[in-house]
C-alpha cells in the first residue's frame, strides 16, 4: 500500500510538470497506437513456497522476454495501455533441507497500466503504473531420486510500475526504452529492461 501511494504521487508530479507544456505546438498528437517490445527479465526469487521442502538459497536468474501491446493517448500527456506479456523461463539452481535441484519459471499474461508523459517537441518522458495478470507455471526438478519432481501452476496478480524515455520519429514511429518492476509474490524485486516500436496512428 506504501509503495502504491510512491507511485500514484510521482504520477501526480510528472502530471503538474507537463501542464505547462501540453500546450506545445510540438507536443505529440493524441490517438491510439499499437506496438511490440523485447526485453530483459530479472527474476529475484526469494523462496520456492510450492516444492515442499525448506529452501535455503535460491540463484537469481534472467531470461528474454517480449511483449505486444496496444494503446490510447488522450492528450501528450494522459494515456492507457494494454499489454500482453511473456516474460520467458528464467531459471536456475535452488539448495533445500536435505537435496537441491533446479527450477524453472515461466510467466505469461495481461496488463493493463496508466501511462503519465512529460512531452519536450519530440522527446518524452514517462512513468506508468498498473497490474500484471498472468499465468504462472513452476517446475523443479531434485537432485535426490527419492524426491519427486513438482511442475505446478497458479493465476495472479502483482502492482507493477515503471518509467523510461520515447522519442517519435516523424508523425508515426515512436521508440523508447523502459525499465518496469513487477511485484511477484516470493520474488517482489523482480525487474525487466524493454526496448519498444510502436505506429502511431
Same mark, same amino acid.
Given at each position: 500500500?506504501?509503495?502504491?501511494? /510512491?507511485?500514484?504521487? &510521482?504520477?501526480?508530479?510528472? $502530471?503538474?510538470?507537463?501542464?505547462?507544456?501540453?500546450?506545445?505546438?510540438?507536443?505529440?498528437?493524441?490517438? %491510439?497506437?499499437? +506496438?511490440?517490445?523485447?526485453?530483459? #527479465?530479472?527474476? =529475484?526469487? =526469494?523462496?520456492?513456497?510450492? *516444492?515442499?521442502?525448506?529452501?535455503?538459497?535460491?540463484?537469481?536468474?534472467?531470461?528474454?522476454?517480449?511483449?505486444?501491446?496496444? +494503446?490510447?493517448?488522450?492528450? %501528450?500527456?494522459?494515456?492507457?495501455?494494454? &499489454?500482453? *506479456?511473456? !516474460? +520467458?523461463? %528464467?531459471?536456475?539452481?535452488?539448495?533445500?533441507?536435505?537435496?537441491?535441484?533446479?527450477?524453472?519459471?515461466?510467466?505469461?499474461?495481461?496488463?493493463?497500466?496508466?501511462?503519465?508523459?512529460?512531452?519536450?517537441? @519530440?522527446?518524452?518522458? #514517462?512513468?506508468?503504473?498498473?497490474? !500484471? !495478470?498472468?499465468?504462472?507455471?513452476?517446475?523443479?526438478?531434485?537432485?535426490? @531420486?527419492?524426491?519427486?519432481?513438482?511442475?505446478?501452476? =497458479? /493465476?495472479?496478480?502483482?502492482? $507493477?510500475?515503471?518509467?523510461?524515455?520515447?522519442?517519435?520519429?516523424?508523425?508515426?514511429? =515512436?521508440?523508447?526504452?523502459? !525499465?518496469? /518492476?513487477?511485484?511477484?509474490?516470493?520474488? %517482489?524485486?523482480?525487474?525487466?529492461?524493454?526496448? @519498444?516500436?510502436?505506429?502511431?496512428?
Amino acid at each position: 500500500m506504501y509503495l502504491s501511494k /510512491r507511485i500514484t504521487m &510521482a504520477l501526480s508530479l510528472a $502530471l503538474a510538470a507537463a501542464m505547462p507544456l501540453g500546450a506545445s505546438a510540438d507536443a505529440p498528437a493524441s490517438g %491510439p497506437y499499437i +506496438g511490440a517490445g523485447w526485453g530483459q #527479465f530479472k527474476l =529475484h526469487l =526469494h523462496d520456492l513456497s510450492d *516444492v515442499g521442502v525448506a529452501v535455503s538459497s535460491v540463484t537469481n536468474s534472467d531470461d528474454n522476454a517480449w511483449k505486444a501491446f496496444v +494503446g490510447y493517448r488522450f492528450n %501528450p500527456i494522459i494515456g492507457l495501455e494494454a &499489454a500482453y *506479456v511473456d !516474460y +520467458g523461463r %528464467p531459471g536456475d539452481r535452488f539448495t533445500g533441507t536435505g537435496t537441491n535441484g533446479d527450477y524453472q519459471v515461466t510467466m505469461k499474461g495481461f496488463s493493463p497500466s496508466l501511462i503519465a508523459t512529460i512531452p519536450i517537441q @519530440n522527446l518524452e518522458l #514517462f512513468a506508468k503504473a498498473g497490474y !500484471y !495478470y498472468y499465468d504462472l507455471h513452476l517446475k523443479t526438478q531434485f537432485d535426490s @531420486n527419492g524426491t519427486a519432481n513438482i511442475d505446478s501452476s =497458479h /493465476r495472479r496478480s502483482d502492482f $507493477l510500475y515503471g518509467g523510461g524515455v520515447g522519442y517519435t520519429f516523424g508523425d508515426h514511429l =515512436h521508440l523508447r526504452a523502459d !525499465y518496469e /518492476r513487477v511485484d511477484i509474490q516470493n520474488a %517482489p524485486q523482480s525487474d525487466a529492461f524493454w526496448l @519498444n516500436a510502436a505506429w502511431r496512428f
